[in-house]
């Protein structure tokens, strides 16, 4: 079982949905959790990110992490176009340790 | 403000030739640094991380080095390229202490033919 597992789509969604994107994981030790996006041929940009369980909101973006399910998810509300992106989870147990992350979900909003 | 360069932005290099990228950070001290790569369908691959000048830890066996000559500086570097190593090389940067958020400069598309 990999570490974190994180459907890599392609998700197409049309613009104003509610959009959700989530990662497993295996490793309860995991408490910090990060939320990337990244364009085409970028690197990525930090969304979120959130310490141990519960939710936090920025926006039209809430990140929701559950620990004892181990699955960590995040909300973009009212999607636009500009949010047509890879989007990849990341997570660590340690600070200044390095960062496991998912392999990343393309999403795609349409006008 | 922090910032995070990368260079060149792409390259394309034959087999068997050497490679080296650049890492530089502006407006923090003691950073530590990343090397990731990111291969179509594969995710980001740590390839080596630094602690401080000339400390660096390898997590992957491969045939490429890194080396960390100034504090705010980090290369990659091989001395032979294979056709695997093509891919989107990716920087990154974190404050010594306090947080695990990594913060990703633009990248390197490196082509090998």
């Known amino acids: 079982q990999k570490e974190v597992e994180q459907d890599p789509g392609p998700l197409s969604v049309p613009e104003g949905a509610i959009v959700s994107l989530n990662c497993t994981y295996s490793n309860s030790a995991f408490q910090y959790f990060m939320w990337y996006r990244q364009y085409s041929r970028k690197g990525p940009e930090l969304l979120m990110y959130?310490?141990?369980?519960g939710n936090k909101e920025d926006g039209r973006f809430t990140a929701q992490v559950d620990k004892s399910s181990k699955y960590i998810s995040l909300f973009i509300r009212d999607s636009q176009p500009s949010d047509s992106a890879t989007y990849l989870c990341a997570m660590s147990a340690q600070a200044g340790t390095a960062l496991i992350f998912g392999k990343g979900t393309t999403l795609s909003v349409s006008s | 403000s922090q910032t995070i360069h990368q260079w060149p932005a792409t390259l394309v290099q034959p087999v068997g030739s050497p490679l080296s990228l650049e890492c530089t950070v502006e407006?923090?001290?003691?950073?530590?640094l990343y090397w990731y790569r990111q291969a179509a369908g594969r995710g980001l691959q740590l390839l080596f991380y630094s602690v401080g000048i000339g400390q660096i830890s390898s997590e992957v066996p491969q045939n490429l080095s890194a080396s960390r000559p100034q504090d705010r500086q980090f290369i990659l570097s091989s001395k032979k390229l294979l056709l695997s190593d093509s891919g989107f090389y990716l920087c990154a940067w974190t404050p010594t202490r306090g947080t695990d958020t990594q913060y990703f400069g633009p990248g390197t598309r490196l082509t090998v033919l």
């Open positions: 959130t310490y141990s369980s």
């Open positions: 407006g923090t001290s003691n950073p530590n």
